[in-house]
Every structure is written in C-alpha cells, then in structure tokens.
C-alpha cells in the first residue's frame, strides 16, 4: 500500500509570497493532521482535519489555513510568507491511536 | 495540556553498546506514548507506542520502551546500537480529542528531539 505523499518535496518562496502544501493519506484514513518541524526542533502540531472538518488547531498565525477534500486528501496554505516559516512540513494520516507521517515538504523562504 | 521532555539533545555511543533515551512527560489524562525516529531529509517513523496493558513496549529495530506511571518516564532503550541507529528519536504524546469521536490521534505533543550518532 502507498503510505502517505506529500507535494512538493522542495519548494522556495521569497518574504510576502503564498504557498500551498498538498498531501494525500494512506487510503482508508479519514485524518489528516499538518506538522512544522523547524531545523533542530520537534515538530509542532498545526492542524487536524477529520471527515472535512477542523478538528484541532495549534498555535500558529491565521496566515495559515488548512481544507480537506471528500477524497480526504488535504492542502495547507500559508500567506504572506515570513522567514521564519521555512521548515520542514509533515503531514500525517492517522487510523485509531497512530499517526503515519509522510516525507515532508521542504519550504525555504528568501 | 500534554508536554514532553526529552533529555539530552546529543547521545554518542558505541558500536554494540546500550543506546538509553529518555523521555518524560505530562498529561491531564492517561497518556499515549509514542517514540519516533527520522534519518536526515526523510519523515518520521513509528518505533513503538504505548496505549494501554503492558508497560513495557517492543518495537521495530530492536528497540524498547517501558511506561511507568510514577516516574511520569517513557526512555527508549536498544541493548546493542547498530551503526544504523544513527538518527533523530523524538519522543510523543498524544492528547484526547475534545469533540466526538473522542478519537485519540489528536495532536501529537513532541520532544525537542535526541540526535544519536554511533561510533566504529
């Protein structure tokens, strides 16, 4: 089975600048959640969506904005980009008690 | 609200000797544990996960966990560390969802992460 994707892999962005992330979930997984993961840190929690709807959202800037699809897929959007929104952004698909993380998008802003 | 602490950025042991991570955590609520591992430029993977029942917890790779309660302490342990070991491990957990379902893969709380290199 394919885990879950993610697209881009790599992506540079200059200060100002919007970008969507997009992922897709293992099939048969209704969850989908968005991580930041800044160099040298542990991610942190973004968003979770289940079943199209916002479940849960971390502590981040209303420059970022999350949607699920009815095919569960999931794209994540950040406005006016800022420095210090280059990291690595995970997304996971998640069945009962796990979390299945993809490979990441790798955002740079200049 | 879940925190994770994780202590020692840095752990540098040999071929063949004990590899001991250590986590501790905090939660209003029964905990779910979960210890990761991400090899440079790749995703997070699942090394094992505490839920409930047997508090000490085997996973992939050789590695282990043991949950206890007083200690509020999930370490991570493999007896004899490979070079391939070497990695990030990040330990998690995870909080109860508010709304139902009650599912319980809500957020993931993380560690600050515990870079392990492993010497010839």
């Known amino acids: 089975d394919a885990g879950v994707t993610q697209s881009p892999t790599h992506l540079i962005k200059t200060r100002g600048q919007h970008v969507t992330l997009r992922c897709s979930p293992i099939?048969?997984?209704?969850?989908v959640s968005w991580y930041q993961q800044v160099l040298g840190q542990g991610p942190q929690f973004i968003f979770q969506y289940y079943e199209k709807e916002e479940r849960g959202r971390g502590n981040f800037p209303d420059r970022f904005s999350a949607r699920q699809f009815p095919n569960y897929s999931s794209e994540l959007n950040v406005n006016a980009l800022l420095l210090g929104d280059s990291a690595l952004y995970l997304c996971?698909?998640?069945?009962?008690?796990?979390?299945?993380f993809g490979p990441g998008t790798r955002l740079t802003v200049l | 609200a879940q925190s994770v602490t994780q202590l020692g950025s840095h752990v540098s042991v040999s071929e063949g000797a004990l590899v001991l991570l250590r986590c501790n955590y905090s939660s209003s609520v029964p905990p779910y544990l979960f210890w990761y591992v991400q090899y440079p430029n790749q995703g997070l993977q699942l090394l094992l996960k505490?839920?409930?029942?047997?508090?000490l917890v085997k996973g992939i790779n050789g590695f282990e966990a043991e949950f206890k309660k007083s200690e509020t302490s999930f370490h991570l342990t493999k007896p004899s560390a490979h070079m391939s070991d070497a990695a990030e491990y990040f330990c998690?957990?995870?909080?109860?969802?508010?709304?139902?379902?009650?599912?319980?893969?809500?957020?993931?709380?993380f560690g600050a992460g515990t870079t392990v290199t492993v010497r010839a």
């Open positions: 505490y839920t409930t029942g047997a508090t």
């Open positions: 998690a957990v995870s909080e109860k969802g508010k709304s139902l379902p009650l599912i319980r893969d809500y957020k993931l709380s």
């Open positions: 996971a698909s998640s069945y009962y008690n796990e979390q299945f």
């Open positions: 099939s048969g997984h209704k969850s």
